[in-house]
């Protein structure tokens, strides 16, 4: 069966530091992978899509990366900071349903000051 | 203002209750989705709407219908409500021209007695 696999143990990190997200899949073929941020309370917010031809993509202090044979994709966020704090989703493209996007469950970061 | 609206925002009722949540959007985008989202679970993808015409099951369909009323207006209704679902709610649009990402609504926390 299809599986996105995100840690759901809640990441805690120093300020400063490069915090790594990780988004395990099985039995996909997406043609594209999105991570996304999610505040308590509100809608997940879309950061960054990456393509299945492309091995990294970034924007600002954001740097995604996507092994399509290990079926991994690697977040990362350098030079934390305390507003960096959220919980942040993968999502794949179904390519069997529609092009339906299908979530992971997502993990929580802590960046303390 | 902003793009993807909700309303309710929070909404308890009672089991056996009929109860319409409603979503519109400023985006001009022609996708429109309905998710639910429960602790460790994610979200998962409960109707989507390619256009006015195009109206398609999701994952978790069971229990839920919708209207799409105009291109910028979804509506999720759960025509006998239940205890189990109890859940926070988000409606989420995207551009089939554009880039495939989703934008979400603030949600709706449901809770069914």
């Known amino acids: 069966s299809q599986k996105i696999e995100q840690n759901s143990e809640a990441l805690n990190i120093q300020e400063g530091k490069t915090a790594t997200l990780t988004c395990n899949y099985t039995?996909?073929?997406?043609?594209?992978l999105q991570w996304y941020r999610q505040d308590p309370g509100r809608g997940p917010v879309f950061l960054l899509l990456i393509r299945e031809n492309e091995k990294e993509k970034r924007k600002e202090r954001l740097k995604v990366t996507f092994d399509t044979t290990l079926k991994q994709s690697l977040f990362h966020i350098t030079a934390s900071q305390p507003a960096d704090s959220a919980t942040y989703l993968c999502a794949l493209r179904n390519n069997n349903a529609g092009n339906m996007l299908t979530f992971g469950g997502g993990t929580r970061l802590m960046v303390k000051p | 203002d902003a793009d993807v609206t909700q309303t309710p925002r929070n909404r308890i009722t009672k089991t056996g209750k009929r109860i319409m949540l409603e979503c519109s959007q400023t985006?001009?985008?022609?996708?429109m989705y309905w998710y639910r989202q429960d602790p460790g679970l994610g979200l998962r993808l409960i109707y989507y709407?390619?256009?006015?015409?195009?109206?398609n099951k999701g994952e978790i369909s069971d229990g839920y219908s919708v209207s799409r009323q105009a291109q910028a207006k979804f509506s999720l209704s759960l025509e006998s409500a239940i205890p189990n679902q109890t859940a926070l709610y988000f409606c989420?649009?995207?551009?089939?021209?554009?880039?495939?990402?989703?934008?979400f609504g603030p949600g709706t926390r449901l809770t069914v007695t």
């Open positions: 039995n996909y073929s997406p043609a594209y």
């Open positions: 709407s390619f256009d006015v015409k195009d109206i």
């Open positions: 989420a649009t995207s551009d089939s021209s554009g880039g495939y990402e989703q934008y």
């Open positions: 985006k001009g985008h022609d996708r």
